[in-house]
């Protein structure tokens, strides 16, 4: 028998208000700059301004808002459209509708297909060119096999593999291979600079990933010389050959803030002069006045000014809580700022959070995806934390600090004979740091080194 049962909770609930601070907060310029010009053109109750009048427009707001009654506001208006602007996901927000105008440019898949047009290829094979173009991922590889294309398309997967044999061969080359050895095949037949290079990747490939070059010389009769060149000739293939013949996804950055030296102390400047100055229509102000015995209207016109004060304040809000999060990183890192060894101590975002009586949430959205323009150097506001290790005197450092040091390290070791990571444990021990193999393991991968044994040269 089902029993019916009460029990008290104690939750934390958002006011709207600070629901849409948040959603602001989260955005870097570009994005809010998009959102600014939507809310602009949804609520005719916010407007742009050259001049701010603010002193005004307070005060007409005062005499409108008094001896009203309370009017429910439907927050879900102003609201409903946070998820198209949260950051990261730039690419799945509906960009589109706010587009800024630009030069006409030539997208990716037309670039290649009209290479294909100038090989005077039938219908139906330009057909199944854009089949295999729709399909490529960002480093250009096909990720779905020919067979799906070939059965969508009624035809045979001899006829898919035709003209993907064709675009592979195109510039750049090695565009629609299926992973990474059938690639840089492509471009090294295509080249036929290195015959030695061509025979490696064809029938050596896994040798040659893991470095047993002894093998192939002994496999392909080939001198110590000629491995060389074939070596340094793959090196400079193309394992993304997507990557560097498209601009359509190139991210630029834009700081949000940047910090100024003057003269030993540092100034703060939230990076804003590019968003539209926005305010409280004057006009709707006046037509709630002239609109009191409509309730209807009233209702309405009450409704966009709420919404447009309320937006106008979370944009206030955001350039002072990025301001605020940034004077604080400045005041907790004094080797970094107050020296040329720029120097970074352990912090968290906690850290912060406590400084300034915000949110470890606040800190999280203020930091992830924004930048600071420094004199020095752009550079990530996330990246100024990090987690703690501890010296041998005592002392803790931050990890970045350690990071550096490993990644000097491997960069000055013998290229014949790297260090593996207990070795490198070893070094980083007798310099005072005690880091535990994993650890090592763990530095050197977030800074993109292989292992020792993927690391070793060919003497």
Not at 46 to 57: M, P, Q, S, T
Not at 248 to 261: F, G, Q, Y
Not at 286 to 309: C, G, P, R, W, Y
Not at 410 to 431: Q, R, S, T, V
Request: hydrophobic residues 35%; charged residues 35%; negative net charge.
């Amino acid at each position: 028998m089902n029993k019916i049962s009460q029990k008290m909770e104690l939750r934390q609930q958002q006011s709207p208000q600070q629901v849409l601070q948040a959603s602001l907060l989260q955005l870097n310029l570009p994005l809010l700059e998009q959102r600014i010009l939507h809310e602009l053109e949804i609520n005719p109750a916010l407007e742009l301004v050259d001049i701010h009048n603010d002193a005004e427009i307070e005060e007409l707001h005062e005499d409108q808002t008094e001896a009203e009654e309370e009017i429910e506001f439907e927050w879900e208006e102003l609201l409903g459209m946070n998820d198209d602007y949260e950051y990261p996901k730039s690419k799945e927000n509906k960009a589109e509708e706010f587009e800024t105008p630009l030069a006409n440019r030539e997208t990716f898949s037309e670039r290649i297909m009209k290479q294909l047009q100038d090989c005077d290829m039938s219908k139906k094979d330009l057909e199944i060119s854009e089949q295999i173009l729709g399909n490529l991922d960002e480093q250009g590889y096909l990720n779905i096999e020919p067979t799906l294309i070939s059965d969508r398309m009624h035809l045979t997967v001899e006829d898919v593999l035709k003209v993907m044999h064709k675009i592979q061969r195109l510039d750049p080359s090695g565009l629609s291979a299926r992973n990474i050895q059938e690639c840089l095949h492509i471009q090294a037949e295509v080249r036929n600079e290195n015959p030695v290079a061509v025979t490696i990747l064809k029938d050596y490939f896994d040798d040659f990933v893991n470095h047993r070059y002894e093998k192939i010389m002994d496999g392909m009769g080939c001198s110590k010389d000629e491995l060389n060149e074939a070596m340094e000739f793959v090196s400079r293939l193309n394992p993304s050959p997507r990557d560097d013949q498209t601009t359509e996804n190139l991210d630029i950055i834009i700081p949000d803030v940047a910090v100024e030296d003057r003269n030993g102390e540092y100034h703060i400047i939230i990076q804003d002069g590019s968003l539209p100055e926005i305010r409280v229509s004057e006009n709707y102000i006046n037509m709630l006045a002239q609109h009191k015995d409509k309730k209807d209207v009233k209702i309405f016109i009450k409704k966009k000014l709420e919404s447009a004060t309320w937006f106008v304040e979370a944009v206030k809000q955001r350039k002072l809580t990025i301001h605020q999060v940034m004077d604080s990183i400045i005041k907790h890192q004094p080797d970094y700022f107050g020296s040329d060894k720029r120097t970074l101590k352990p912090m968290i975002l906690k850290d912060i959070a406590d400084d300034i009586g915000m949110d470890i949430s606040t800190i999280s959205r203020v930091t992830n995806g924004k930048y600071v323009q420094l004199p020095w150097e752009i550079k990530e506001l996330k990246t100024f934390f990090s987690e703690g290790i501890k010296t041998e005197g005592g002392e803790s450092v931050s990890s970045t600090e350690v990071k550096s040091i490993l990644k000097e390290i491997i960069e000055m070791e013998d290229k014949f004979n790297p260090i593996p990571d207990e070795k490198l444990a070893k070094l980083l021990k007798g310099k005072g740091y005690h880091i535990a193999r994993r650890t090592v393991a763990k530095y050197r991968e977030q800074l993109k080194f292989p292992t020792a044994r993927l690391r070793r040269k060919l003497k």
